[in-house]
Structures are given as C-alpha cells and as structure tokens.
T-cell receptor
Framework: GAVVSQHPSRVICKSGTSVKIECRSLDFQATTMFWYRQFPKQSLMLMATSNEGSKATYEQGVEKDKFLINHASLTLSTLTVTSAHPEDSSFYIC???????????FGPGTRLTVT | GQNIDQPTEMTATEGAIVQINCTYQTSGFNGLFWYQQHAGEAPTFLSYNVLDGLEEKGRFSSFLSRSKGYSYLLLKELQMKDSASYLCASQDSNYQLIWGAGTKLIIKP
C-alpha cells in the first residue's frame, strides 16, 4: 500500500521558536495533502488542506500566519509552526491522497512539545 | 449540516464479536471510512463503503445504509491487539472527511 512518512516523529522546542514538519508520499504522487492536529483523547481535527502548487485552505479558527503550509511538489508538504507556544503542543498528523484515489493515507504523526 | 455520531467507548471479550455503529449527516455524501487508531499512533485505513451493503475483509466487515445515514464496523474473533480507537469518517463531495470522535474499544481476556 501507499506509504506516507513524517519527519521528525518527535520534537521538543522552546516557546517562541519555529518548528518545521515534513510530510512525504514515498511511492505515489499526492495531489492533495491534509494536516490534522489531535489533542489527547480527542478526535482528529483538520487544520488545512493543501493542493500541490496552490495555497492551502485553512479550516475556521486555524491561523494561517501561525501554521504555514507549503505543498511545493507532488510528494512533499511542510507545516511550519511559527512562534510556538505551549498550547501548540499536540500530535500533528498529515495524510495524502492521490488524484485517482479516494483513500487518505496517513503519516505516522509528529508529537510536538513546546516548553 | 455535517455531523457524525458514534459511541464513546465499548467493551468486549477476546474471541467474541463486536459491532460499532456510526450515524452521519453529510451534505454531498461521497463514502464512509473506518480507521483504526492505536494510542499514540496515526490512524490506519480499515474500510471504505460508498454503496449500500456489507463489505467483508477478513475479521473486519463494514456495512452502509445511505438511506438511513448509518454504518457499522463488525469485528469478529476479537484479539487483544484489536484494543484501539475506531474512527468513523464520512466524505463529502469535495473529498473532505468529516470525523467522528472515535469509539474506544476495550478488549478483555
């Protein structure tokens, strides 16, 4: 099946710094990538949808200037959490879907801790 | 509007059968997904139904009734490793997934 990787798997950063998370589709071209956030014991919360070569579409309540998303190629999307604060600590998960597919394939997730 | 409902938690015994129900209200309905998520891990795909009926895949089966806005995931011959959260998600006409809160399944020996 299709494989999506995320890097890093865990990151600890200080408040006020920025963190970049990479999401790669390893064996297929992902025309659409999704970024989710999940707090403990809660369901997935969609943050934004990005299509290759165009600006991401952010969900209501998600600050686009704080969560910068770049989908520069068909196999790579990045999420940058700028000026991170402790309340940004969460599990960030990306998923990818090919043009011909209906299924979203999930990356393994990135656990961000902001101290 | 968009809405997904599924039970918060269920308990079952190893070797038994459990059915996890999901009801949805989705504009432009375009399929129903079930994902499994173990604690601390990302979701993994289990099934996709877009037509009415039962789809069987090994120990897991998924059912859809579009007229009732209803789906269920059936797990047979439960194993301890099946302890996880099971997420129901409906897809709309824009291929966006609307997620349920997940059902935490606890398997007891």
């Amino acid at each position: 099946g299709a494989v999506v990787s995320q890097h890093p798997s865990r990151v600890i950063c200080k408040s006020g710094t920025s963190v970049k998370i990479e999401c790669r589709s390893l064996d297929f071209q992902a025309t659409t990538m999704f970024w989710y956030r999940q707090f403990p014991k809660q369901s997935l919360m969609l943050m934004a949808t990005s299509n290759e070569g165009s600006k991401a579409t952010y969900e209501q309540g998600v600050e686009k200037d704080k969560f910068l998303i770049n989908h520069a190629s068909l196999t790579l999307s990045t999420l940058t959490v700028t000026s991170a604060h402790p309340e940004d600590s969460s599990f960030y998960i990306c998923s990818a879907r090919s043009l011909s597919g209906y299924e979203q394939y999930f990356g393994p997730g990135t656990r961000l801790t902001v101290t | 509007g968009q809405n997904i409902d599924q039970p918060t938690e269920m308990t079952a015994t190893e070797g038994a059968i459990v059915q996890i129900n999901c009801t949805y209200q989705t504009s432009g309905f375009n399929g129903l997904f079930w994902y499994q998520q173990h604690a601390g891990e990302a979701p993994t795909f289990l099934s996709y139904n877009v037509l009415d009926g039962l789809e069987e895949k090994g120990r897991f089966s998924s059912f859809l009734s579009r007229s009732k806005g209803y789906s269920y995931l059936l797990l047979k011959e439960l194993q301890m490793k099946d302890s996880a959260s099971y997420l129901c998600a409906s897809q709309d006409s824009n291929y966006q997934l609307i997620w349920g809160a997940g059902t935490k399944l606890i398997i007891k020996p």
